[in-house]
């Protein structure tokens, strides 16, 4: 969200990260006993951060790591910084655990064969490089770069026993590249784009899922401004050569709400199940 990214226009960067739950995805509301936003300017000023947006989160032993892209005083990129709590009301923030010297953001972290691993958006290196903890949740490693070129926002999910990688490209298209295993060698889709200059449902915007054996996509909603809303896709058909999708509601997904942390701007969502069977998930929003 910071200037310094000049992958879209920006209007502010006091971001904040947010907490909502509800039975399925559609009916996500700011639940009972939580105070949003659980991460603001405030909650990172002594780590030198402005905002807080991009939020990804895992559990590890029973605690929630949130990776979030945070903006810092007198620097002219973002880093990844981390925030914990065992409870989901209380969080703790960690520090900075990554910083290239480049802008960074959108810290993809995912699990896999044991080990823990990020994929942060770096536009500005023109690379996609996935780190893997080597002390987590404080210290990463460079483990391969899968994809060189103009990308940002990838995101991964594992879908008929492949793992599929969608990522925005160059001014609001998006691509889909595919792969056995989330480090490669990925190839890219028979079609080589999936949108072109698609500003309401180009740019991914959080953690794919699959509900009901199918894939459920995220994209932000920049008609009317960079970061307004995000939107849900239903993939209906999904190989390396073909793809298909259809708007999972007419109705965004996330929408700003006219008050508080995110009166403005929601552009960003990663989702959980509950124990419940519902949903949980970290959004963002600005004022």
């Known amino acids: 969200m910071c200037s310094s990214d000049l992958s879209g226009p920006r209007l502010t960067t006091n971001w904040s990260v947010g907490l909502l739950r509800g039975q399925s995805l559609d009916t996500l509301l700011e639940p009972g006993g939580v105070r949003n936003p659980i991460l603001c300017e405030h909650d990172v000023a002594h780590l030198g951060g402005t905002m807080a947006a991009d939020p990804f989160a895992i559990q590890v032993d ?39 010297g480049h802008h960074l953001s959108y810290p993809f972290v995912f699990e896999h064969g044991g080990e823990i691993f990020m994929m942060p958006e770096s536009k500005k290196a023109r690379a996609v490089t996935i780190y893997r903890a080597v002390d987590f949740p404080l210290r990463w490693e460079p483990v391969r770069t899968i994809l060189r070129g103009k990308f940002f926002d990838s995101s991964l999910v594992q879908h008929d026993g492949r793992w599929w990688l969608f990522t925005g490209w160059l001014s609001y298209a998006l691509r889909l590249f595919h792969a056995d295993h989330p480090l490669g060698p990925w190839r890219p889709h028979a079609w080589p784009c999936l949108r072109f200059h698609a500003p309401g449902a180009a740019r991914p915007g959080g953690r794919p899922v699959v509900i009901d054996g199918q894939v459920i996509r995220f994209a932000q909603d920049n008609v009317a401004r960079y970061g307004h809303r995000l939107r849900a896709w239903r993939v209906t058909h999904l190989t390396p050569t073909w793809f298909a999708e259809e708007p999972w509601s007419p109705e965004p997904l996330l929408a700003p709400t006219g008050v508080g942390w995110n009166a403005s701007c929601m552009h960003h969502i990663d989702p959980h199940r509950t124990a419940d069977g519902g949903w949980m998930a970290f959004v963002d929003g600005c004022p």
């Open 62 to 100: 029973g605690t929630w790591f949130l990776f979030f892209e945070m903006c810092v005083h007198d620097s002219p990129h973002a880093v990844i910084a981390a925030a914990s709590s065992r409870d989901l009301l209380a969080w703790q923030p960690l520090g900075i655990v990554l910083d290239t």
